[in-house]
DNA sequence: CGCGATCATTGCTCTGGCGCAACGACGGCG
DNA sequence: CGCCGTCGTTGCGCCAGAGCAATGATCGCG
């Protein structure tokens, strides 16, 4: 059931470090979601009313610019939390909009039953407290390589995080499943940078390409140009 | 007292929505302590042993960069909180410089007494996420401006996020009291095109100068440049 | 009040990388 | 198997704004 595999997944976010039988109350009282391939789960601005917690699959958070195009945030797999701001006290708006890259699975809890559940399970909000600063963390490192440095150095640093966090690892280098201009989103350069950059690191052999499909060969290899 | 003027201060971020009993019962556990211009807190990638609650002054927030600068964070002041790693469950390390600009006071907490505390008082917790999530939110702004605006436009932002948050509000405009090239660091910019900006702006009679002071006369002044 | 230090201004040069346009490559669907 | 939509590549022009160097304006200290 989905109630056990959650609960034996220490990785999740939301409720590790929590009593197993709390974890079960807890899970039992979220909706479990289907998720559609570009479903829109939640706009930026709109009052938060559900947490969720994401199962399988992938998340893109991102903001529309007047500029009519879309700031990528950052992109969230199975363990990973979305729409914190609904934990807090007062009502608040979503700062982002959350689509679904692929299929997928959530559990949902709405806004009352998170902050009946939060009275007798403080560490939810402890956890909650981790993830935001997670983002912090994320935010701080990002604005720093977007002021400071160059924009190889830029796609360097979102290939290797990339790396560490969502990938599957294999004897020929790591294999990382993402389209070029997603890339291009996560470290603030242009697909036409992107593209150009990836290429010399080809030839350099620090990684292969595919359409969709970037292998690191060599990490060391990304770091000179 | 301190006791008393913190109790009563309700813009603080970190006791707000307390029970004032409870609120009496934390301070009395701080350690007060008096802050010098330029002292440093704690320094980037330091284990964090404290929170701070500044009670007066402004501390500024910032990483040192590789090629030597300093990168801007933030500019906090009084009611504002410094070093929220400290209340993880993890031993955690600063995401940050903290630096004071003027004199102040503030309060501190180590670790352990913070999560003495914090398990009487969950409420801590709940504005601990409450202020995480307000850096999100501020890093997320930024960072979209960065990537989507002018320079023009980041220095518009920055300059009335500043007078909205910290500064006295006179007749005559809105009194900033900000150096050049802080504001620079605020809005990622450099110093030179900020000032060219301002004289821009000035000269439009959106602004007045002076060292170290800035008077916002027409806010609506700033956007069209 | 005079001097050094900090802060601000200004003209100029130079460049990273964005954006356009056009083309090429791949993949899925009928 | 051929067509079309998505994805990736390349050449090129252009410009916002960083950086340097030099000067000017203020402040504070003795």
Redesign the pocket.
């Known amino acids: 059931m989905v109630e056990r595999s959650l609960a034996g997944d220490v990785t999740n976010r939301l409720l590790g470090g929590m009593d197993p039988e709390l974890q079960r109350i807890i899970i039992a009282e979220g909706t479990r979601t289907r998720l559609r391939p570009a479903q829109v789960l939640y706009r930026t601005g709109e009052p938060a009313e559900f947490l969720y917690l994401l199962v399988k699959g992938r998340v893109q958070l991102s903001r529309p610019s007047r500029a009519g195009r879309e700031v990528l945030f950052s992109v969230l797999g199975a363990g990973d939390v979305l729409g914190l701001v609904c934990l807090l006290t007062r009502r608040a708006a979503y700062m982002g909009t959350a689509k679904t890259i692929d299929t997928g699975d959530a559990l949902a809890w709405d806004r009352t039953t998170l902050h009946r559940l939060s009275r007798g399970a403080p560490q939810l909000v402890a956890n909650a407290l981790t993830v935001a600063l997670g983002f912090v963390a994320q935010f701080a490192d990002r604005h720093e390589a977007l002021v400071e ?4 150095e ?1 796609l360097a640093r979102a290939l290797s995080h990339l790396g560490t966090h969502g990938a599957v690892s294999l004897a020929t280098g790591i294999e990382i499943r993402i ?4 890339l ?1 989103g996560l470290a ?9 950059v ?2 010399q690191w ?1 030839r350099d052999g620090a990684i292969k ?4 499909v970037i292998r690191i060969m060599n990490p060391d290899g990304l770091l000179p140009h």
């Open positions: 440095g160059t924009a190889a830029r389209k070029n201009d997603e291009a603030d350069v242009s697909a036409f940078t992107t593209s150009r990836l290429q080809e390409k595919g359409r969709g």
